[in-house]
């Protein structure tokens, strides 16, 4: 069973939902990617498996207390999917934990932090659409977040 939330206005319903339904689906199909996944110490292990001019998709690996820090993804909308484990999403104020076969959709500029705060590996796959061209990383400070970097393709 999987079920899917979403962060989204009206308008873009449509795309967030698509690309939960991507994230989802390949989510479930352990088979076309549990071959690739590997797990590093260094930090979240992650590849991408699909570019193309609407979409990408990323599969990702986390180690217990591996986290991404708070990001947007700039212009791109988006989903990941729980493919193994837990995960949890964290945005200013509000969490919540999400277990294998659980998705969440966001628009653009939405900012969140996700981390693996469970004991064991997690893997989640991500999709982003238009794909990902820049993302800004924030510091949580008593006044909101602060810009920390601003990283472009070439960086990941
Ligand atoms: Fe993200």
Known sequence: MSTTTTATTPSTASTTSRLAEIARSLADRPEEWIHRVRLSADGRWYERLHRDGDHEVWL????????????DHGESSGAFAVALGSLEEHQVGQARTMQTGESWAFDRDYVHDVRN??????????????????????????????VLTVEQEEDW
Not at 60 to 71: C, K, N, V
Not at 121 to 128: F, G, K, N, Q, T
Not at 132 to 140: A, V
């Open 117 to 146: 705060s469970s004991a064991a590996p997690a893997v989640s796959v991500h999709v982003y659409s238009p794909p990902l061209s820049t993302m800004n990383r924030y510091r949580l400070s008593g006044d909101g977040l602060v």
């Open 60 to 71: 990702i690996s986390w180690l217990p207390g591996q986290a991404t820090g708070f990001h």
